[in-house]
């Protein structure tokens, strides 16, 4: 009688779970450690509410400045608000790299490394918790600016152009400020390079100030500012009379920005595994 040999049955493939699925559980993380101190949150939005208030009182007048907004016709406080929403959005997506500093110095970020989890869904998932959240700070600043007697004639197409903004500019500086958290690794690094790009890119803007009224160079500058686009294209949607070409240029190369700095911040794992 011959004996048959059975070759043993081949192991089952691993699937490794896909982009979106790592995007969506580690922006679960994040979520579940903002839930447990909102108070992070709330705190964020006293600047916004100073900037807001205290300027939209303080310069109120500056609006009958001769060429102010190129014929803008609201108040003060409309004119601020775009800006504003944005300001909250990129000064909080410039200390999102602090997550990846903090995981670093407690070996999470070594796990990550040596399991399937995927690099780019380490940044994808920040850019979107922060997103989200400056989505919500954003509702909260307009909210306020209504209650203070700011109307804005975009109505609710223009509110989703602002959130839209408000996405894209806060996935953009989410990507760089995880870069440099990969590239530094110290927190006092990432904090001091993120005021030395946000405060400047604030000012050579039209956030509060028309740069119309601005020396020339301001004004060259201004146009090639992502933060700009952003703040542009907010208040241009909430207008009467948007200028939707410029509204969609002006989001099209936020796009193409933010898609870039991800590319770029998930390639600097790299630079953090040689480094280890």
Known sequence: MSAHVHAPAPAPAVVRPSFVTHTRLLTARALRGMMRIPVFVVMQLVQPMIW??????????VVDIPGFGDGFGGTYLEFITPGVVMMTAMFGAAW????????MDRGVMDRFLTSPTRRGALVAATMVYQSIVAVVQGVVVVLVAVACGARFPGGAGGMLVVALAVVLLTALFSALSNAFALLTGQQEA???ISQLITLPLMFLSSAVMDPHLSPGWVQTVARYNPFDWAVVAGREALSSTPDWGLVWSRLGWLALAAVVMWWLATR???ALQRSA
């Open 190 to 192: 990432l904090i001091g």
């Open 96 to 103: 999102a790299g602090t997550s990846f500093v903090q995981d």
């Open 52 to 61: 807001l208030l205290l300027f939209g009182a303080l310069f109120r007048s």
């Open 268 to 270: 600097a794992f790299r």
